[in-house]
């Protein structure tokens, strides 16, 4: 069955370094990939989309990877600050399907 | 601003009890969707809806049913509250098919005692 596996353990990085989140996937070949943001006690907030074809997008200080052979994304905040610390959802979905696949999500905390 | 809001934040129901969870979206989508959300499950698919009075299931529809009877009102239903529907339960829309993001609403976190 189809499975989205992202790093269950937080991550903890020091203000300034940078963020670096994965999230892998199996039998599946997802037409894109997006990436969401949760608050505690919120609902998930959309970030970034990339596309198969697509190798890397960027977006201010957010960076994204995409390696279809790999199964994998990678998801990269730079010069990260503690108001970045947030649980990071990725999602997986086929070319104009209506269900999108969630990971559990991985929880960030930003050191001061 | 775009909205998707919830009827309740928190919900607190017993065993056995018909329990009704609304969700409204002012985005003129067509698309509405309810998950639950358990720790370490991530967002698992309940129902979706494409159109009014359209349905389809998603990956966990038993024990709960859904109605669409207005493009911005998607209403979850527990027909006979457990234990084990106790969640935080997540609504979302979107406009059209694929890659385009959803917009989720607040949550209700449901305990079922």
């Known amino acids: 069955s189809q499975k989205i596996e992202q790093n269950s353990e937080a991550l903890n990085i020091q203000e300034g370094k940078t963020a670096t989140l994965t999230c892998n996937y199996t039998?599946?070949?997802?037409?894109?990939l997006q990436w969401y943001r949760q608050d505690p006690g919120r609902g998930p907030v959309f970030l970034l989309l990339i596309r198969e074809n697509e190798k890397e997008k960027r977006k201010e200080r957010l960076k994204v990877t995409f390696d279809t052979t790999l199964k994998q994304s990678l998801f990269h905040i730079t010069a990260s600050q503690p108001a970045d610390s947030a649980t990071y959802l990725c999602?997986?979905?086929?070319?104009?399907?209506?269900?999108?696949?969630f990971g559990a999500g991985t929880r960030l905390f930003v050191k001061a | 601003d775009v909205k998707v809001t919830q009827s309740s934040r928190y919900l607190v129901k017993r065993t056995g009890e018909k329990v009704f969870l609304e969700c409204v979206q002012d985005?003129?989508?067509?698309?509405m969707f309810w998950y639950r959300q358990d720790p370490g499950l991530g967002l698992r698919l309940i129902y979706f809806s494409y159109d009014v009075k359209m349905k389809e299931k998603g990956d966990i529809p038993e024990g709960y049913s859904v109605s669409r009877e207005k493009k911005e009102r998607f209403s979850l239903i527990l027909e006979s509250a457990s234990t084990n529907q106790t969640s935080m339960y997540l609504c979302?829309?979107?406009?059209?098919?694929?890659?385009?993001?959803?917009?989720f609403g607040p949550g209700t976190r449901l305990t079922v005692t």
């Open positions: 999602a997986l979905g086929s070319g104009g399907g209506f269900k999108t696949i």
């Open positions: 979302a829309s979107r406009s059209g098919q694929g890659a385009n993001e959803q917009y």
């Open positions: 985005m003129d989508h067509e698309n």
């Open positions: 039998n599946y070949s997802p037409a894109y």
